[in-house]
């Protein structure tokens, strides 16, 4: 309970703001979504009785995970019928520092990356809607069990069941990646140059051999409807593509979901985000997002989700 202003005020919920933002994009891999489940909870915060509220974390955590809950189990059901791959809507993120201001360690920021990855949130799409709600609650903000078992309305019992379940599924398919801020920019620079140069020959030397292009336009941008795979056929896709005119087109780098990304504009709008993960020193995954209800949140200023 903030000691500073009244429980019921704007700015107490501002205060919480960030970790709701959070707990939301996490759950449901789309900012926009994230956006409106927060604003619900402050609705329904604003009109509750509250004379009983001693944890105000806590409660709005658990008003914002019902309502995610509810969202994601609809999503789920209209992205069966998405067209190609569905990819997390990019986010641009500053880690360099927390909600407080204070600089965050080595560990903690790649933790906090980790957290927020593209590959991490593919990997959690795959999870069922109350398997996501645990992990994310559990191990990207590490609410304890009794905490978490209340804000779902299930026993500790079915929560730490679903955590170990959760956990195993996303440690045998969550890729491992490279996070060193330095190494991720030369290689990135060397990819982009590559691309737009149309050299295979530089392309095929940052491409891990059996490299992944995920592209994700929902029909409403070119882009491929299936996954491709393998150094020769990414390569030569990204030199095609790269091939193609745009009007005025500028290319920024900025970190997106907590690591570095490319963002191409055309005539001053969002054309395409790039992702990379790196491992090794290597490109395995190369994420193409497309679709334009999808980039807003990536060429917006920076989003705190923590």
Do not use: C
């Not at 000691?3 to 005020?9: M, P």
């Not at 990204?238 to 780098?253: G, H, I, N």
Request: charge should be neutral; hydrophobic fraction near 45%.
């Amino acid at each position: 309970m903030s000691t500073t202003t009244d429980a019921g005020s704007p700015e107490t919920f501002e205060e919480h703001r960030a970790t709701l933002t959070g707990v939301a994009y996490r759950m449901l891999g789309r900012f926009a979504d994230a956006e409106d489940v927060v604003q619900e909870a402050w609705l329904r915060w604003s009109a509750a009785d509250r004379s009983d509220v001693r944890d105000v974390r806590g409660y709005l955590v658990r008003v914002t995970t019902r309502l995610a809950l509810d969202r994601l189990r609809q999503a789920q059901a209209r992205r069966e019928a998405y067209v190609g791959p569905w990819l997390p809507e990019p986010v641009a993120t500053d880690l360099a520092r927390d909600v407080a201001g204070r600089v965050p360690d080595t560990a903690e920021r790649a933790v906090l990356a980790d957290s927020v990855s593209l590959a991490l949130l593919v990997v959690l799409e795959s999870l069922s809607p109350l398997e996501r709600a645990v992990f994310v609650l559990r191990e990207a903000f590490g609410f304890p069990y009794h905490d978490i078992a209340r804000a779902l309305d299930r026993s500790e019992a079915a929560v730490r069941q679903l955590a170990g379940r959760a956990r195993r599924h996303v440690e045998e398919r969550r890729p491992r990646f490279d996070v060193d801020p330095a190494r991720q920019r030369a290689l990135t620079e060397r990819f982009l140059a590559a691309a737009g140069g149309g050299s295979l020959e530089d392309l095929l030397e940052l491409l891990a051999p059996d490299v992944r292009l995920v592209g994700d336009s929902g029909g409403k941008a070119k882009g491929p409807l299936r996954v491709i795979q393998g150094a020769d056929k990414v390569a030569r896709f990204l030199v095609a593509v790269a091939a193609v005119p745009l009007d005025e087109p500028e290319l920024r780098l900025a970190e997106v979901n907590g690591a570095l990304a490319a963002l191409l504009l055309s005539a001053g709008r969002p054309s395409s985000v790039v992702g990379l993960d790196i491992t090794d020193g290597r490109i395995t995954t190369v994420y193409l997002m497309r679709n334009p209800d999808k980039l807003a949140a990536a060429v917006a200023g920076p989003r705190r989700l923590s």
